[in-house]
C-alpha cells in the first residue's frame, strides 16, 4: 500500500516524525535519517520515506532551518540542575560548546516532575539544533524530541530510545567500590540505593550483588537500602542500615551528594568516619575533597563525558553520523580519608593527632588525589 493512501489519526492534524516512521514501518531513527539525507538508510527506503513524508505533509518545526546556513549554533540542555552531578556536567558541556562556538539553552527539570512541559520541547525545536539531555528518567519527552526531529544525545541512559549515548562503566564502578572495602577486610557492606529508572543505578545495584558473591560478603537483604541521590535520602537510608542489629562496618552510596548525607547520620548516631564505618561514594563531585573526613569515591571523568556528547552531538547537526552509538568512560578508585582497614583505628586516631604513624599502623593502600 502507497504511503500516500494512510493518513494520519484525527488527533492531529500535523503529521508528526513518529507517524511518519509508522506509515514506513522503520524506526524514529530510521525516519529522521532518510529526512535529514543522513547515512544509514537504503535509497530505495529513503525514498520511501520521503514520499510519505510528503504525502502526509509533514513540515519539521524547526526555525533554525531558516537561519543564514541552516543552524542557530545554539544547544539545548536538559538536566537535574538540583543534581551537583549534572550541574558539573553542564558547566562542561557549556565550556565545550563555547569553544566549538555553540552557546546553550538549558532547561532545569524538577524533583517532582523529571519531564519538561510540551512548550519546552517545542522551543528546542524552533531554537537548538540539537538537544543534550543529562540523567534521562522519563520517555515520553524524549520520544517527542525525536518526534520534533532534532538530533539528540544522552549523558547515562534512561528509556530505550535511539539516541546515541555518554555513559560510564557503572557496572565495573561498583565493582571496584567493593574490591578496595573487602581489601580492607570488610565482609558485612550496605550499600545505598538510587533512582532504579536509570541504568547507571541499576547497573551499580548489579556490582553489589555480584560483587556480594564474587568477593565473599555478607549477603543480608537488609544491608540494601533505598536512597534517592539526594543529601536527606542518604541521611535517612544510613539510618536504616545503623539501626540494624548487626550493622554493616562499610557503606557505599550510589553518589557523592548520598555520601555526605551518609556522614550526617553516622555523626549523629555517635559513629566516626573511617574508625567505626567505612564510607566510600561515587562520582568525585568537588565537595568530595572538601568535606572531612575527605570521600574515598569513585571518580567519573565528567569533563571529559561532556565534551564527548558536545562533540558527537555537534557531528551529527552535521550531517555525520557517530561513529558508536554509544560512548563509555572507565571510572577510577580515589582512595582518601574515609576508608580504613578494618579494626585500624590506631592509624587514623594518630594521622588526626599530628602524630608519626608506624609502617604496622598503615592501611596497605595507594592514596590518590
Do not use: W
Request: a positive charge; proline letters at 6%; charged letters at 25%.
Amino acid at each position: 500500500m502507497r504511503g500516500g493512501d494512510r493518513k494520519p489519526s484525527g488527533k492531529s492534524q500535523k503529521p508528526t516524525l513518529a507517524e511518519i516512521a509508522r506509515v514506513a514501518g522503520v524506526s524514529l531513527m530510521t525516519a529522521s535519517r532518510a529526512i535529514n539525507n543522513r547515512s544509514g538508510v537504503s535509497p530505495e527506503k529513503r525514498e520511501e520515506i520521503l514520499r510519505i513524508s510528503e504525502d502526509l505533509g509533514y513540515v519539521p518545526n524547526r526555525a533554525a532551518q531558516r537561519l543564514s546556513g541552516g543552524r542557530s549554533h545554539v544547544v539545548g540542555v536538559i538536566a537535574p540542575l538540583h543534581s551537583s552531578y549534572s550541574s558539573e556536567l553542564v558547566f562542561g558541556i557549556g565550556s565545550a560548546g563555547r569553544v566549538a562556538n555553540y552557546e546553550m539553552l538549558v532547561y532545569s527539570i524538577s524533583t517532582a516532575s523529571h519531564e519538561p512541559p510540551p512548550a519546552i520541547i517545542d522551543l528546542l525545536g524552533q531554537i537548538a539544533d540539537g538537544v543534550i539531555v543529562v540523567l534521562p528518567i522519563e520517555g515520553k519527552f524524549l520520544t517527542r524530541l525525536a518526534e520534533a526531529n532534532l538530533s539528540a544525545v544522552t549523558i547515562d541512559e534512561g528509556p530505550p530510545l535511539p539516541f546515541p549515548k555518554v555513559v560510564v562503566d557503572n557496572y565495573r564502578g561498583g565493582h571496584m567500590a567493593l574490591e578496595h572495602l573487602a581489601s580492607l577486610g570488610h565482609r558485612r557492606i550496605g550499600f545505598i540505593s538510587g533512582d532504579m529508572r536509570l541504568a547507571s543505578v541499576r547497573d551499580r545495584m548489579r556490582a553489589f550483588r555480584d560483587g556480594q558473591i564474587a568477593l565473599d560478603l555478607d549477603r543480608d537483604e537488609d544491608l540494601v537500602a533505598q536512597g534517592d541521590s539526594m543529601q536527606q535520602g542518604g541521611f535517612e537510608a544510613t539510618k536504616k542500615l545503623l539501626g540494624l542489629k548487626n550493622r554493616p562496618t562499610a557503606i557505599f552510596t550510589g553518589n557523592d551528594v548520598s555520601a555526605i548525607g551518609a556522614l550526617s547520620a553516622i555523626r549523629e548516631s555517635g559513629l566516626r568516619v573511617p574508625e567505626d564505618i567505612s564510607l566510600i561514594g561515587c562520582d568525585d563531585i568537588p565537595i568530595a575533597r572538601q568535606i572531612f573526613p575527605n570521600l574515598t569515591t569513585i571518580r567519573h571523568p565528567l569533563a571529559q563525558m561532556s565534551r564527548a556528547a558536545v562533540n558527537m552531538l555537534i557531528a551529527m547537526i552535521s550531517g555525520i553520523d557517530p561513529p558508536t552509538d554509544t560512548i563509555v568512560f572507565s571510572p577510577e578508585l580515589v582512595e582518601r580519608e574515609s576508608t580504613m582497614a578494618l579494626g585500624n583505628r590506631g592509624a587514623a586516631t594518630k594521622a588526626r593527632a599530628g602524630q608519626p604513624v608506624s609502617r604496622a599502623d598503615r592501611t596497605p593502600v595507594k592514596r590518590r588525589d
